[in-house]
């Protein structure tokens, strides 16, 4: 299992970026993938997942009405639509997997290596 985060970089608060998690070594049949972050000096915190198998997706409540989950299960890729970006959602974006689950109950054993997401004010 590998998971390669691409799509960060530098925006000004406002702006908009979109992240990938391209996924290989496993199918998209039931998987649940998820997006997290950890700024400085925080914790990990969980911002998002979709199941591969239905499609349902989560947002936890400070990213709600402004970041999209998809996916792409012909390319085994999800991405992480972010708009409307804030200084406080400057952290590390990691997208993590759990081959064998749903979002609801989901463990995620495989992490990618991150990418950096800056929002300047």
């Known amino acids: 299992v590998q998971l390669v985060e691409s799509g960060g970089g530098l925006v000004q608060a406002g702006g908009s970026l979109r992240l990938s998690c391209a996924a290989s070594g496993f199918t998209f049949d039931d998987v649940a993938i998820g997006w997290f972050r950890q700024a400085p000096g925080k914790e990990r915190e969980g911002v998002s997942c979709?199941?591969?198998?239905?499609?349902?997706?989560y947002y936890t409540d400070f990213v709600k009405g402004r970041f999209t989950i998809s996916s792409d299960n012909a390319k085994n890729t999800v991405y992480l639509q972010m708009n409307s970006l804030k200084p406080e959602d400057t952290a590390v974006y990691y997208c993590?997997?759990?081959?064998?689950?749903?979002?609801?109950?989901?463990?995620?054993?495989?992490w990618g290596q991150g990418t950096q997401v800056t929002v300047s004010s």
């Open positions: 993590a997997a759990d081959i064998s689950r749903p979002c609801r109950g989901a463990d995620f054993g495989s």
């Open positions: 979709i199941s591969s198998s239905d499609g349902s997706t």
